[in-house]
């Protein structure tokens, strides 16, 4: 596998990757919360 | 009133520390023993390694934090554990007659790893040839000795650095990562990228092992490897790698390793930053007449053995998800716990080798800061219930825990990476998820982005925030 063109600009697209950084957080928490219960 | 002595402040003994203090601060005696008089936020230093944050801004001092909780700090280092009389004895700094002798009623061993350089001869800035960034001293020789090479580059040398693991057995293979990946990006931005050779060396059965068999997820509707995901990053990167190598020794300027396969060979270099072997922290066990009864306690690496299956083959373990600990309390001694990289864990999660010569090439299994902290997190719920009612109700073992980990691939803010991988649960359990993986494919994940960078550099804003116990620490998960 080799990172296309696209995947290098989405990586870096400053919208695309403000959207991911909201969603990976929910996903973390979300996650998380599955530990809280210990 | 319940004597608690926690027997290291970092991720998993800071943790468990500022939970006790919390829960019992006000009525009980809470005791930390640490090395020094701060938290060291290590994962930061591998950006102290290239020069891209100053030591000083990983750490804060302990001490303040600790009287916000009512908790008592010594600075030294514990030398025994006499775990049928219940008390440690401690080198203190401060050479203190009080501080040599601390009486417990429940003892949290939080010690972190010794870091093993005497493991592979030649190894470690100290006595050896190469680099480490596992301690704040290490990390600032390391970016003394990466400028020296920038410096060389700069009048038009070409140089070969060599990053990854020092010893057949080593883990922290991500903490390596980030700091070749960082490398990359830091000469490329210093126009030197050309004057570099990089080579990742490590003993992991593929590239993106990281220590926990890889992680399979879920991409463009197919099924894509950790393996398949980092070679690509590295290709991008102009990272050369070789995996399935065991460093059996390193002599200024050369690596000797033996493969796989059992053949032997040897790598130039002129910058290398392996990782050592882990071993649990020299401390003699005795009891009542000074006999050593240290394999009472220890496993013979010397971590703490806890609630889990020792001894069990590779196969059986991977079948077994009981074998984890879920309370890591000790069996011989139930008021003895241990936290973070401290315990012995059963086995290794990775696929274990053995060379045709009996040279065991193993990723060992991480303990990265988010599972040491939630470790250390379910051992202060349990002690505080312990004390308060007597019962435990508190328990995860790593075949149930969720994990996020992000690896650093470039700091900057505008454009930086970072791999970030969130992984459930953190040891395969294949008798609940009966896939290749043995993990949850819809929440098991991994990208790589800009967004990583944010979060990476949130992560160390937000618990140096968090770990000096400031209002909403406890909302600010591990």
């Not at chain 1, 989405?10 to 959207?19: E, L, S």
């Not at chain 2, 027997?7 to 020094?36: P, S």
């Not at chain 2, 991977?318 to 600990?325: L, S």
């Not at chain 2, 990583?452 to 925030?465: E, S, V």
Request: proline letters at 6%; hydrophobic letters at 40%; charged letters at 25%.
């Amino acid at each position: 596998m080799e990172f296309t063109q696209r995947d290098r600009s989405r990586m870096n697209n400053k919208v695309i990757q403000f959207v991911r950084f909201v969603v990976l957080n929910l996903a973390i928490l979300k996650g998380v919360n599955h530990s809280k219960r210990s | 009133m319940a004597r608690i002595a926690i027997l290291g402040a970092g991720f998993a003994g800071h943790t468990a520390a500022l939970h006790l203090g919390h829960r019992l601060g006000k009525h009980h005696q809470i005791t930390v023993v640490n090395r020094t008089d701060k938290f060291s936020f290590i994962p930061s230093w591998v950006w102290v390694g290239v020069g891209h944050m100053p030591l000083r801004k990983t750490q804060f001092p302990l001490a303040p934090v600790y009287r916000k909780f009512n908790i008592r700090l010594i600075v030294g280092k514990a030398t025994e554990i006499h775990p049928d009389e219940r008390y440690v004895l401690v080198e203190p700094d401060s050479g203190a007659e009080a501080d040599r002798r601390l009486d417990y009623d429940y003892l949290i061993v939080a010690t972190g790893p010794k870091l093993d350089f005497e493991g592979t001869p030649g190894l470690g800035p100290e006595n050896g040839y190469t680099e480490s960034i596992c301690t704040g001293p290490h990390a600032e020789h390391a970016r003394g000795r990466y400028l020296e090479e920038i410096a060389r580059m700069e009048k038009g040398e070409t140089r070969r650095f060599v990053i990854g693991t020092g010893h057949p057995g080593a883990t922290c293979q991500g903490a390596a990562f980030e700091y070749i990946s960082n490398i990359h990006k830091d000469l490329k931005k210093r126009g030197l990228r050309d004057k570099a050779d990089l080579l990742w060396l490590s003993n992991e059965q593929a590239v993106g092992d990281f220590g926990v068999r890889g992680v399979h997820v879920k991409h463009k509707g197919t099924l894509l490897s950790s393996r398949e995901f980092i070679e690509a990053a590295m290709h991008e990167y102009g990272i050369r790698w070789q995996v399935q190598t065991g460093v059996t020794s390193v002599e200024p300027g050369v690596i000797r390793w033996e493969n796989f396969e059992g053949a032997k060979g040897e790598t130039p270099f002129d910058f290398a930053m392996l990782i050592p072997r882990f071993l649990g922290q020299p401390m003699k066990v005795l009891d009542r007449d000074g006999a050593d009864i240290s394999s009472e306690l220890l496993a013979p690496n010397g971590l703490v053995k806890v609630d889990a299956k020792y001894g069990l083959p590779y196969d059986e373990l991977i079948k077994t998800p009981e074998a984890w600990p879920e309370t890591y309390r000790s069996p011989r001694y139930p008021e003895i716990f241990a936290a973070g990289i401290a315990f012995a864990p059963p086995g290794p999660i990775s696929v274990p080798h053995t060379t045709p010569n009996g040279l065991a090439i193993t990723a060992a299994a991480p303990r990265t800061g988010m599972v040491s902290g939630i470790i250390g997190r379910i051992v202060a719920l349990n002690v505080a219930e312990l004390v308060k009612k007597g019962t435990m109700s508190h328990g995860e073992r790593m075949t149930e825990m969720y994990a996020a980990c992000i690896a650093s691939m470039g700091d900057s803010l505008w454009d930086g990476a970072a791999a970030t991988i969130m992984i459930y649960p953190v040891v395969p359990d294949f008798r609940r998820y009966p896939n290749e993986e043995g993990r949850d494919l819809f929440v098991t994940h991994m990208e790589m982005g800009l967004a990583g960078a944010w979060m990476k550099r949130m992560l160390h804003t937000t618990f140096m925030y968090k770990l000096q116990g400031r209002f909403g620490w406890r909302l600010i998960p591990e």
